[in-house]
């Protein structure tokens, strides 16, 4: 029984690496980061029967003024008994605010998005849980409340930006430090 996927140009993740435990996958844009998580979601649906909560901060896709790249992107997860799935309405504000006070802004407004999903999502006991672009959050909330929650789970697969390309900034320092503190406390990172 096939208890690993590959995926091409990412790397190869068995079930053993992920149980019990929470991985952080962290990167530049376009890297892979979504896809590797939605791998792992299947690979674990397939060995796994629990209940699985998914918590999808990316932004609606959302164009890079000089490349013209997509940077953004939901999870692709199908309606499923046993999949409980938080998203709300999330910017991005480095890309959609038109300077920097109104980036801030955006940011706050997320956090308190944000805050309201996880809430919402730790109703109920949480064995499994999937967070796609936690950066998101760490733009305006607090490193130490999103680890809470990501503990708050037996096994937990969470990704994030860490990189250069969106540029310097405020909310570059305070996403990059708290992606810093993440990865010192994970049990397994997955640098793409």
Known sequence: ?????????????????????????????????????????????????????????????????????????????????????????????????????????????NRRVIESLFEQAFEAKVKALFVNDCSLYLHAGEAKKLLAWIRGAETAVVNGYYGESLGPGPITARERAGMEYLMEHCDKLIQI
């Not at 979601?41 to 490349?67: G, N």
């Open 1 to 109: 029984m096939r208890r690993e996927m590959t995926i091409e140009g990412l790397p190869e993740i068995g079930l053993e690496d992920i149980l019990n435990r929470f991985v952080l996958i962290a990167g530049e844009v376009n890297r892979g980061k979504t896809t590797l998580t939605q791998g792992i979601f299947r690979l674990y649906r397939e060995f796994q029967k629990d209940p699985v909560t998914i918590v999808d901060l990316a932004p609606s896709m959302v164009l890079k003024e000089k490349s013209g790249r997509g940077v953004g992107g939901k999870l692709l997860i199908p309606a499923s008994p046993g999949i409980r799935y938080f998203h709300g309405r999330i910017h991005a504000p480095r890309l959609q605010g038109k300077d920097e006070k109104e980036a801030l802004a955006l940011a706050e407004e």
